[in-house]
């Protein structure tokens, strides 16, 4: 059987195509771990082509685990292609290490997760590769920044801690208009919340399909569900630039083990129920802190007041009215309060964790000094502190009362 006799969406993550050992069917696939693949003949040895998946050559090109989980990953995000890579900063990094050379610029949003520019900013800059930030949140200066040098647009859709959602569908037609390969870093959506490659969501192979060139994710977060893999994704549907992407990764020496393979493999049968566990849970905590004092704005893009509602709405509501939402948000809080009240509230939670990343079972928070990572103050957040919450799997009657003792204790009195 291929992919496409199993049903799109959650269904087509746990009915998979992977061929048993003859009278071993069970629920999950075997591991295969290999650096050496044996071949029967040197002619053969000569013959086999690792590019197209035909063929197994060396562990680094691939295994049938990997290949899998890359099959896999392309079901749920509508994608044809996909190369696996250690981390989801390693997926950016080879992105941009695939497509760009000296003398060509890269466009950064403002708000871009933050190792991304750290990469412009380091390496490609040695290399004589610049970049420019866009304002997500205006198609019009995206467009003013493409030079005749630019080759690559990277996306997000929303800020992962600024929490803006652009008009991606606009920004992707910018994007072609102009001949220019735009990558979307997709860590937020998970292929869940909305469809890259479908992004007018008109359907299977719709002639009037818009879609991103590239997704990435990294898997690290939903996809792993654990807080305890790193690993990240790159998804093309345009099989020369596959091939571009997967050239370099063979050259940079990227592989994934196995094991952590796997690991993602067991997790993915279930990530349409956690993703939308998380994102209710979320929800619940961002409409209670609509009604604390202290908070001034609650940047969550189901939300009323957060920059760019009205985008999320056009491109994750259904028509029966159901959406999804990633378990992320921050509150903005009141600027009269110190940034010593700010860090003692976050200390003073028990249940959240102080820590990076999300996507796991426990919830997490992060002060973030807004100031500090953006040129300019952006127009549509109110000033304040940002603190950045991921909501993990605890019930959400007990992350507020988590939050509410936090709030007694340090961020009532200015
Ligand atoms: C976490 C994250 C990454 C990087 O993933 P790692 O596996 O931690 O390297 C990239 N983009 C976004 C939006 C992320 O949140």
Redesign the pocket.
């Known amino acids: 059987m291929t992919h496409s006799d199993f049903p799109a969406g959650p269904t087509g993550l746990i009915h998979h195509p992977y061929q048993p050992p003859e009278g071993f069917e069970a629920p999950q696939p075997g591991v295969f771990k290999a650096s050496t693949v044996f071949f029967p003949t040197v002619e053969d040895m000569r013959q086999r082509e690792w590019k197209d998946k035909s063929a197994y050559t060396y562990g680094l090109h691939g295994t049938p685990t990997t290949y899998l989980l890359e099959e896999r990953l392309c079901h749920l995000e509508g994608g044809s292609q996909c190369v696996l890579v250690p981390?989801?900063?390693?997926?950016?990094a080879t992105v941009s290490l695939a497509l760009l050379k000296t003398g060509d610029e890269l466009l950064l949003p403002a708000n871009a997760?933050g190792?991304?520019k750290a990469l412009a900013e380091g390496e490609l800059q040695r290399y004589g590769i610049r970049h420019r930030l866009y304002d997500p949140m205006d198609p019009d200066d995206l467009s003013a920044n493409i030079t005749p040098q630019t080759r690559l647009v990277w996306l997000?859709a929303p800020g992962?801690v600024s929490m803006e959602f652009p008009d991606l569908p606009e920004l992707v037609r910018r994007c072609q208009a102009r001949g220019v390969v735009c990558a979307l870093?997709n860590?937020?959506g998970a292929g869940l919340a909305f469809k890259p490659f479908d992004l007018l969501r008109t359907g299977a192979d719709s002639p009037k399909r818009l879609a991103v060139d590239i997704s990435?994710?990294?898997?690290?977060?939903y996809p792993s569900g654990g807080g305890d893999v790193?690993?990240?994704s790159v998804i093309t549907r345009d099989e020369a630039l596959h091939l571009k992407i997967k050239l370099c990764h063979m050259r940079l020496g990227l592989g994934v083990g196995a094991n952590d393979a796997e690991t993602v493999l067991r997790s993915l049968p279930s990530i349409a129920l956690r993703y939308a566990a998380h994102d209710q849970t979320a929800r619940k905590l961002a409409a209670w802190w609509q009604s604390q004092a202290p908070c001034v704005q609650v940047l969550h893009p189901a939300f009323d007041g957060a920059p760019g509602h009205a985008n999320w709405q056009t491109l994750c509501k259904e028509e029966n009215g159901s959406s999804l939402a990633a378990g992320l948000f921050s509150v903005m809080i009141d600027p009269r309060f110190s940034t010593a009240q700010v860090d003692a509230f976050c200390d003073h939670l028990k249940l959240f964790k102080i820590g990076?990343?999300?996507g796991g079972p426990i919830s997490l928070v992060v002060p973030y000094d807004l100031r500090a990572m953006r040129p300019q103050w952006p127009s549509q957040i109110k000033p304040g502190h940002l603190v950045r919450f991921s909501t993990g799997l605890e019930s959400a009657d007990d992350l507020i009362l988590d939050l509410h003792q936090a709030l007694q204790a340090h961020l009532t009195a200015v």
Do not use: F, R
Not at 87 to 92: D, K, R, T, V, Y
């Open positions: 981390s989801g900063l390693a997926a950016l997760y190792p991304n997000e992962s870093d860590t937020w990435v994710q990294a898997l690290t977060k790193l690993m990240g990076y990343s999300w």
